[in-house]
């Protein structure tokens, strides 16, 4: 069972940006800009949900380089990390333990992800997270292979949770 560790421990805003992570650094460099920039430009209080592990499981984190970098612009933000999701499914499935485990309920949850990766993150949000529409935080890819990629990984979307699951 993975863990979800907290940093720092502070009371829950209900509103909720969840910020997938992505083993490419320039996808998942992408994907942070675009968080920045949206964090820059609202004015509500954000609470961060990182997630992204290692896949092979010796190098740092996704989750934990990405907060080491908006920590470091940002000091005072509410950051959540999940340092154990190794894909999409394993994203959302501690992604919901955790919401259902937070003491304040959750009004809102945006998703930053890249705009390719959207519409398979969203068949399987709906898989498992119950109750919740989210909106999209998306950033931008010129990733030809991305785009390609991600119609077989649609085809993948059942076995990928059953094999999560069954973990």
Not at 73 to 86: A, C, F, Q, V
Not at 103 to 120: C, M, Q, W
Not at 136 to 143: A, E, G, H, K, V
Not at 148 to 154: C, V
Request: charged letters at 20%; hydrophobic letters at 35%; a negative charge.
């Amino acid at each position: 069972m993975s863990t979800v560790v907290l940093y720092p421990v502070v009371q829950l805003n209900n509103e909720v940006i969840v910020l997938l992570g992505c083993e490419n650094p320039g996808l998942q460099n992408q994907r942070v800009n675009s968080v920045l920039t949206y964090i820059e430009t609202t004015t509500h209080p954000v609470t961060l949900y990182l997630s992204g592990g290692s896949k092979d499981g010796n190098t740092e984190s996704e989750s934990s380089i990405m907060q080491r970098r908006i920590h470091k612009l940002h000091p005072n933000i509410n950051i959540y990390i999940d340092p154990e999701s190794k894909n999409t499914v394993e994203n959302f499935v501690n992604l919901n333990r955790w919401i259902q485990e937070t003491k304040n309920p959750i009004s809102k949850v945006i998703i930053a992800t890249s705009d390719f990766h959207k519409e398979r993150a969203e068949k399987i949000f709906n898989l498992i997270v119950d109750n919740i529409v989210p909106e999209w935080n998306l950033s931008t890819s010129n990733c030809g292979w991305c785009w390609d990629a991600e119609i077989n990984h649609m085809k993948n979307i059942q076995s990928d949770i059953k094999k999560s699951l069954a973990i």
